[in-house]
């Protein structure tokens, strides 16, 4: 039992030991070069819907969400359903682009047409 004690106080000794010089010795800095090499999509409205224009080849895989961004008024609101978007119409824009166009709706499938939102578009 009292081997067990030794082999464990020990053990603790040397591994906070290296983390401590680790620390100690930590200088330097941290610098990120690069640009980014694909333009990205144009937005803008068209009517009530949301337009993307002249995307990338890469961006026809994507992911795209929406959330409001307007102040919390009441506690009633934390409790609403997400908003969602919906694809309305697909074009090819020629030399590897393309637009799309797209709806922003309510949990009950109404057109948003005021407020503050954010819309991510997000691909490879």
């Known amino acids: 039992m009292n081997s067990k004690r030794i082999s464990i106080g020990l053990g603790l ?3 906070l030991n290296g983390a401590c010089f680790a620390s100690a010795q ?3 800095q941290i610098s990120f070069q690069g640009s980014i090499a694909e333009v990205p999509c ?3 409205t068209a ?3 949301l337009a993307l224009r002249d995307c990338p080849a890469l961006a026809r895989s994507h992911a795209i969400s929406i959330r409001s961004v307007e102040p919390v008024q009441s506690i009633d ?3 609403q359903p997400a908003l ?3 694809l309305v119409a697909e074009r090819d824009e020629g030399l590897g682009k393309f ?3 797209y709806a922003m709706l309510d ?3 109404k057109q948003i047409n005021s407020g503050k939102y954010l819309v991510t578009l997000t691909y490879p």
């Open 84 to 86: 969602h978007i919906k």
């Open 42 to 44: 144009i937005a803008c």
């Open 26 to 28: 930590a200088e330097g």
């Open 13 to 15: 000794l040397v591994g």
């Open 99 to 101: 637009g799309r166009q």
């Open 77 to 79: 609101l934390l409790d």
């Open 107 to 109: 949990a009950t499938n």
């Open 47 to 49: 009517g009530e819907d």
